[in-house]
């Protein structure tokens, strides 16, 4: 079975993805509920259910199909030995540093408004943000280390991973070579936007989206791409649990928008200057010559 889609066009391949992550999803799914108590009122349950999915729906993916191409999984993904821990440092305090920005965007993005024609489709996706928004909440509130580290784990070091090797090191591979770097950066972020369901949060996902495939565009490393997705994730995970804790600390999402903008904006003009240092720093783009 190894390398028998080997010469499979760019819409086979894209087709083949998306077969095999709905039925790795579906798997998942049984799964997660299986050995779990399938009750998603219990917090620890819902995690596992989480966890379990998130395995098989984005790590296992990218794996099978790697093999049924004939590559080396660990080449195509974009795993490289030669690291630059000061730019692994770099990016991912340039994901710290653009939170604000971030939420910036996030502000601008939830004052779009749909014509009068669309006010029950609009009213659908306020009530779908919000309930978003409470799950979120439920899942980061924990009152113990313990409680920290795993959802670190689960919020942070498995999608850092997981989605980072289904969107940049698979499709958007998949993407580049058919329609070019750019054009597969793009799309991609979108549909990585997409996928988390939020259409107030789609604009700002995009740009970090983006952000993250044009890393892995100009290294040819995966590693810079997973470092900066899970920096961002563990330090909302980790802020969060010590907001609950303490009376001084501001939520870490009105930093940037409403009355302190400005914030965002400054934040938004570092990390433009990051990303053109980090241009002009990981050279020419590499992903054609894998």
């Not at 919000?130 to 909440?137: F, L």
């Not at 580290?149 to 090191?169: D, K, Q, T």
């Not at 970090?208 to 909302?236: P, Q």
């Amino acid at each position: 079975m190894k390398g028998i889609f080997k010469d499979s066009s760019f819409s086979s391949r894209f087709f083949q993805l998306w077969f095999i992550f709905l039925f790795c999803f579906f798997v998942g799914t049984i799964l997660g509920v299986t050995f779990t108590s399938g009750d998603a009122e219990n917090v620890f349950s819902f995690k596992m259910q989480i966890l379990i999915m998130s395995v098989f729906a984005f790590l296992v993916p990218p794996f099978i199909l790697t093999y049924f191409w004939g590559e080396k999984p660990f080449r195509f993904l974009g795993f490289r030995s030669n690291i630059d821990w000061k730019m692994l440092l770099f990016v991912a305090l340039m994901m710290i540093i653009a939170i604000p920005f971030v939420n910036l965007l996030a502000d601008l993005n939830k004052q779009i408004s749909f014509p009068a024609f669309l006010s029950g489709f609009e009213e659908r996706m306020k009530a779908s943000e919000a309930r978003a928004i409470a799950q979120t909440e439920r899942l980061l509130t924990v009152h113990t280390l313990g409680g920290l580290l795993f959802n670190v784990f689960l919020i942070a070091i498995i999608p850092s991973l997981g989605e980072e090797l289904f969107f940049r090191g698979t499709l958007q591979r998949i993407f580049s070579n058919a329609r070019g770097a750019i054009f597969a950066v793009w799309v991609t972020a979108i549909i990585f936007s997409a996928f988390h369901f939020q259409f107030y949060g789609f604009v700002p996902r995009v740009v970090l989206g983006a952000f993250l495939g044009y890393l892995f565009v100009w290294s040819g490393n995966i590693w810079l791409s997973i470092v900066a997705h899970f920096a961002n994730n563990a330090f909302i995970v980790i802020y969060f649990y010590f907001f609950k804790k303490s009376e001084r600390l501001i939520a870490l999402e009105t930093v940037g928008a409403g009355e302190t903008w400005w914030i965002g904006v400054l934040c938004g003009l570092v990390f433009v200057g990051g990303i053109w240092f980090l241009r002009k720093k990981l050279s020419e783009p590499r992903l054609s010559r894998f």
